[in-house]
């Protein structure tokens, strides 16, 4: 099995800048991809960013461009998203995701809300 905690939402202005952390734990040798998605109420979760095992990032949306980036550090079992710039647009839930034999993880979710 595998568990994933979010971390490092929360209340920003616009312009400001938050880190999103995820730790697995468990049987994270058998992690392959992960990634950040996101969800606002009444829409569908959302891919924001994924990984792969190997460090590779594949980020998702021209908004995220330059601005969004993930980072994985697999001896420390985690995977990070820096969001810069943010735009209320942005406003979410984020949650991590891994994917580990043929399972689906995924973490509770932590809240980002900018603020105009």
């Known amino acids: 099995q595998v568990q994933l905690a979010e971390s490092g939402g929360g209340l920003v202005q616009a312009g400001e800048s938050l880190k999103l952390s995820c730790l697995a734990s468990?049987?994270?040798?058998?992690?392959?991809?992960m990634a950040w998605y996101r969800q606002t109420p009444g829409k569908e979760r959302e891919l924001v960013a994924r990984?792969?095992?190997?460090?590779?990032?594949?980020e998702f949306g021209d908004f995220v461009k330059g601005r969004f980036t993930i980072r994985r550090d697999n001896t420390k079992n985690t995977v990070d998203q820096q969001m810069n710039n943010l735009t209320p647009e942005n406003t979410a839930d984020y949650s991590c995701?891994?994917?580990?034999?043929?399972?689906?993880?995924w973490g509770q979710g932590t809240q980002v809300t900018v603020s105009t």
């Open positions: 995701y891994a994917r580990a034999q043929e399972l689906d993880y």
């Open positions: 468990g049987k994270t040798w058998t992690i392959g991809g």
């Open positions: 990984i792969t095992r190997g460090g590779v990032p594949r």
